[in-house]
């Protein structure tokens, strides 16, 4: 089992790799290449920042508060950021930059999933 202060550390790490990805894409845009992902980056930074705020509760020890929030996490997260990029990158795969592009997307999420997913069961000491 992890701890609480390790399992929150690996969070912020997906925090500061998604908004990675995100300035990159919007960068990209802004010198008139195309996005990364068929995700509008700046909604998704700001997602990104909000879901930072989401851990605060975690680093304050409102363990109930932060096990929902991850809860809520999970569901967005599985749904827009590693359900839909499949489905994109299957079906409509000219919607990314680059296969490549794609695949760090859902990487960059499904890690993030899994973290939140351990959060959500408190499977953390």
């Given amino acids: 089992m992890i701890s609480l202060y390790k399992l929150l550390r690996l969070q912020v790490v997906y925090y500061f790799l998604g908004m990675l990805f995100n300035l990159v894409s ?15 980056p700046k909604a998704a930074a700001v997602f990104m920042t909000i879901y930072a ?16 929030l991850m809860v809520v996490s999970v569901v967005l997260m599985g749904y827009g950021g590693v359900f839909n990029h499949i489905n994109h990158i299957q079906n409509t795969p000219e919607l990314y930059a680059s296969f490549t592009a794609g695949l760090i997307g859902i990487g960059i999420n499904i890690y993030g999933l899994i973290l939140n997913i351990i959060a959500a069961a408190k499977k953390f000491h």
């Fill in 26 to 40: 919007i960068y990209y845009v802004e010198t008139g290449q195309p996005q990364l992902t068929p995700n509008e």
């Fill in 53 to 68: 705020c989401f851990l605060i509760s975690g680093f304050v020890k409102c363990i109930g508060v932060y096990r929902i």
